[in-house]
């Protein structure tokens, strides 16, 4: 691996660490501030509408101004807004906040996805890809674990702040990439007209994939602390610990996502992990049991991310290089302003009733149902092309 994505792992490595720290306390955090699930869900909901439209702006600022120069002001942003979160604000400040925090936290995913393409060729992009994603879920278990374990210790509030204290140093390996070139002719981000036939194609199927996908877990993913905590009664260690375990499934299999896909062929090793996926889904409606909901949980966890390197390798593949960013930017702003809409229903679904969880995992199992569909499709029409056969060596 080259010096940039050596690079652009470490500052995975440690915004994956204090994100996830921040993520599985804050929740728990605003419960014990005495703040109902409504407004929880909103403050979850205002969240992904920043990432969806401020990371779509930043995306598109990428591609012109420089990805290098994106990453290094959002990561000095992100955790100066997120400090302010941690103090007793008023629910509007709060929820503008939340969304400017969404929003500058949306570069982790839109801007390192291209970066990534552009700083490997064919041959090594799939195992680049998959490393990183194996990383920001590994680095996920640790930041769950010691998040929770310090939550117990030092207790919620100083351990948020001193999460996103440490994610300025994630700046370290941004200042060591080398400068991307810069555009200086003025260009229509949204002008797709010179893509082909097969460009446009998968394209709209990644973006109906992604929606689909994202409003299902939205209903839940967002609010897995609460929902252990309302089910199970468990300690914010205990929570750490069950996600951890979740993620740290999913961080293997991302690793080692290349040869699955190699081995199985990518994208049918995608459409058969959505398809397991569906009766994982459902089945949370009915187990009451701790210690089998956490390992149906990770399971579904480890099958639906392990696909995602896969997949974001095989469609970025299929792209020209410098629209990228603009694409990762316009995906995110999808995927998470139907995850925004699907949290805000989850106050209104679960509301203060146990019962209602049942109701929110039944309508998920629908959205995966047609994700799994989507993936069907991808998997026809670009299986055996080419392109996708030079990114797995097959």
């Given at each position: 691996?080259?010096?940039?994505?050596?690079?652009?792992?470490?500052?995975t490595?440690i915004?994956?660490?204090?994100?996830?720290?921040?993520?599985?306390?804050?929740?728990?955090?605003?419960?014990?501030?005495?703040?109902s699930?409504?407004?929880?869900?909103?403050?979850?909901?205002?969240?992904?509408?920043?990432t969806a439209i401020?990371?779509?702006?930043m995306?598109?600022?990428?591609?012109?101004?420089?990805r290098?120069?994106?990453?290094i002001?959002t990561?000095?942003?992100m955790?100066i807004?997120?400090?302010?979160?941690?103090?007793?604000v008023?629910v509007?400040?709060?929820?503008?906040?939340?969304?400017?925090?969404?929003?500058?936290?949306?570069?982790?995913?839109?801007?390192?996805?291209?970066?990534?393409?552009?700083?490997?060729?064919?041959?090594s992009?799939a195992?680049?890809?998959?490393?990183?994603?194996?990383?920001?879920?590994?680095?996920?278990?640790?930041?769950?674990?010691?998040?929770?374990?310090?939550g117990?210790?030092?207790?919620?509030?100083?351990t948020?702040?001193?999460?996103?204290?440490?994610?300025f140093a994630?700046?370290?390996?941004?200042?060591?990439?080398?400068p991307?070139?810069i555009?200086?002719?003025?260009?229509n981000?949204?002008?797709f007209?010179g893509?082909?036939?097969?460009?446009k194609?998968?394209m709209?199927?990644?973006?109906?994939?992604?929606?689909?996908?994202g409003?299902?877990?939205?209903?839940f993913?967002h609010?897995?602390?609460?929902?252990?905590?309302?089910?199970?009664?468990?300690?914010?260690?205990?929570?750490g610990i069950?996600?951890?375990?979740?993620?740290?499934?999913?961080?293997?299999?991302?690793?080692?996502?290349?040869?699955?896909?190699?081995?199985?062929?990518?994208?049918?090793?995608v459409?058969?992990?959505q398809?397991?996926v569906?009766?994982?889904?459902?089945?949370?409606?009915?187990?009451?049991?701790?210690?089998?909901f956490?390992?149906?949980?990770?399971?579904?966890f480890?099958?639906?991310?392990t696909?995602?390197p896969?997949?974001?390798?095989?469609v970025?593949?299929?792209?020209?290089p410098?629209?990228?960013s603009?694409i990762?930017?316009?995906n995110?702003?999808?995927?998470?302003?139907?995850?925004?809409?699907?949290?805000?229903?989850?106050?209104?679904i679960?509301?203060?009733?146990?019962?209602?969880?049942?109701?929110?995992?039944?309508l998920?199992?629908?959205?995966y149902?047609?994700?799994?569909f989507?993936?069907?499709?991808?998997?026809?029409s670009y299986?055996?092309?080419?392109?996708?056969?030079?990114?797995?060596?097959?």
């Amino acid at each position: 691996m080259n010096k940039d994505v050596r690079y652009l792992l470490s500052y995975t490595a440690i915004t994956g660490t204090t994100v996830a720290m921040f993520r599985v306390l804050f929740n728990l955090f605003l419960r014990d501030a005495g703040y109902s699930n409504s407004v929880i869900g909103s403050t979850q909901s205002t969240a992904l509408w920043g990432t969806a439209i401020i990371g779509l702006l930043m995306g598109i600022l990428a591609d012109n101004l420089g990805r290098k120069r994106m990453m290094i002001y959002t990561t000095v942003l992100m955790p100066i807004v997120a400090i302010m979160m941690t103090f007793n604000v008023s629910v509007p400040i709060l929820l503008t906040l939340s969304f400017f925090r969404g929003g500058f936290a949306a570069a982790r995913y839109t801007i390192v996805l291209a970066a990534f393409t552009t700083s490997t060729d064919s041959k090594s992009r799939a195992k680049a890809f998959g490393a990183n994603f194996g990383l920001m879920m590994g680095s996920g278990v640790f930041g769950n674990f010691i998040g929770g374990l310090l939550g117990d210790i030092i207790g919620l509030r100083i351990t948020l702040i001193l999460s996103m204290i440490v994610t300025f140093a994630a700046l370290i390996p941004l200042f060591k990439l080398e400068p991307d070139k810069i555009k200086t002719e003025r260009v229509n981000p949204f002008d797709f007209s010179g893509f082909d036939k097969q460009q446009k194609k998968i394209m709209v199927l990644f973006f109906i994939s992604t929606a689909t996908v994202g409003f299902g877990a939205g209903l839940f993913i967002h609010f897995g602390n609460l929902i252990f905590k309302d089910l199970f009664g468990m300690s914010p260690t205990g929570i750490g610990i069950a996600l951890s375990i979740a993620q740290l499934g999913t961080a293997l299999g991302s690793t080692f996502s290349h040869k699955l896909g190699k081995t199985f062929g990518p994208l049918k090793f995608v459409l058969t992990m959505q398809i397991l996926v569906i009766p994982l889904i459902l089945s949370f409606a009915f187990i009451r049991d701790p210690y089998a909901f956490t390992v149906v949980y990770a399971l579904r966890f480890v099958f639906m991310n392990t696909t995602v390197p896969i997949m974001n390798s095989v469609v970025f593949s299929h792209l020209p290089p410098d629209k990228l960013s603009t694409i990762s930017g316009m995906n995110g702003f999808l995927n998470n302003s139907v995850r925004a809409v699907a949290a805000m229903l989850f106050g209104v679904i679960v509301g203060a009733s146990i019962s209602g969880y049942t109701t929110l995992f039944i309508l998920s199992t629908v959205f995966y149902a047609a994700s799994a569909f989507i993936a069907f499709l991808i998997y026809k029409s670009y299986e055996n092309l080419e392109t996708t056969k030079d990114l797995f060596d097959r």
